[in-house]
């Protein structure tokens, strides 16, 4: 693929315009429509950036034969029209959750395999500045043998539209992350309040550490550090605070510390444009997603088994395949 990929957006809400500015910014993308159920909505968002508003999916594929859609519906309305697209052959980018039931999560794997299907999911923490460093931290040994992590996030949020949307949709980034970096969660138990809008998930993983897991939709996005990760070792220490803001590393015994933060004019590196640097690569070297929609499948497992802990009131093993 020499051209820029040919990128149709659905959906017209905030992270519908969040896609399409960031398509819209690179070299090797363009926008070539954006689908809403209102033809209201799509046609504003279509004309500030120069492409063309659809109410009707199929028309769009049709008119424009797009080499990847990234679909940005509402949290709860992902899986008929992710269906629909996988049964049309489009190779997706898939906004978090990937749905909310796991029934359905294994219906849109089960067909995206056998058309052997390009199926991202954007969980797009992971390629934040810090967490890359964090990672590499990890992979070197930086903080030897693991013993305990910790996750918050907290914001405003609703949890009408579901009893767990809070875990489900928002805390799936960290079930996503703290596996991503410190290997399966094997155990988990749970405390929620106020009808499951904020929770504690205590975790044990595979690798012999433990950790926690505060998520809450009775906060603010507004206040300083609303997101935190620390993560512990016997020979070290690391921080994240708010995913791109900052990165800090401690060694054992150590006052000294190395710390990580955008500079003035690294505006990049204050935004999530990196979940689409890995993704677009793949999608024209004809290679896998760089975060496989399983990895949807996989937060959705942990987090019925979070449910399975608290409505339980007990540990709950988890798989950790």
């Known amino acids: 693929m020499s051209a820029p990929a040919r990128v149709a957006i659905v959906g017209a809400g905030q992270w ?6 960031a398509f819209s910014s690179r070299a090797d993308s363009r926008v070539v429509g ?3 159920r209102d033809l209201a909505r799509a046609e504003p968002r279509a004309a500030r950036w120069s492409t063309r508003a659809y109410d009707d999916v199929g028309r769009m594929i049709d008119e424009t034969g797009p080499d990847l859609i990234s679909v940005c519906l509402p949290n709860t309305e992902h899986y008929a029209p992710t269906l629909e697209l996988i049964e049309r052959g489009i190779p997706l980018l898939v906004e978090k959750p990937l749905v909310f039931h796991l029934d359905e999560a294994d219906r849109l794997l089960d ?5 052997n299907l390009f199926f991202a999911i954007n969980f797009n923490h992971r390629y934040a500045e810090p967490v890359v460093r964090a990672e590499h931290d990890l992979d070197a040994g930086k903080l030897g043998n693991l013993s305990f992590a910790t996750w918050r996030f907290g914001g405003e949020g609703t949890s009408v539209h579901h009893p767990y949307a809070n875990l489900i949709e928002t805390q799936c980034h960290g079930i996503d992350l703290l596996e991503h970096l410190l290997g399966p969660i094997d155990a988990v138990s749970a405390e929620m309040t106020r009808g499951g809008s904020t929770l504690v998930v205590a975790a044990h993983f595979a690798c012999g550490a433990v950790g926690s897991l505060v998520g809450s939709y009775d906060s603010s996005y507004a206040y300083p550090r609303t997101h935190h990760v620390e993560i512990n070792g016997d020979a070290g220490r690391l921080l994240i605070d708010d995913t791109v803001r900052r990165y800090e590393f401690s060694a054992a015994g150590s006052e000294a510390r190395t710390v990580w933060e955008a500079g003035y004019f690294n505006d990049r590196r204050r935004s999530f444009h990196e979940t689409f640097d890995a993704l ?11 975060v496989h929609a399983e990895s949807g499948r996989r937060a959705l497992q942990v987090a019925y088994r979070i449910i399975d802990a608290f409505e339980t009131e007990r540990r709950v093993v988890v798989p950790t395949h």
Do not use: D, N, Y
């Not at 519908?16 to 500015?21: C, M």
């Not at 067909?111 to 058309?115: G, I, L, P, Q």
């Open 16 to 21: 519908g315009e969040q896609h399409i500015r």
């Open 34 to 36: 954006v689908f809403s």
């Open 280 to 290: 677009m690569p793949a999608l024209r070297a004809g290679a896998a997603p760089p």
């Open 111 to 115: 067909e995206a395999r056998a058309r």
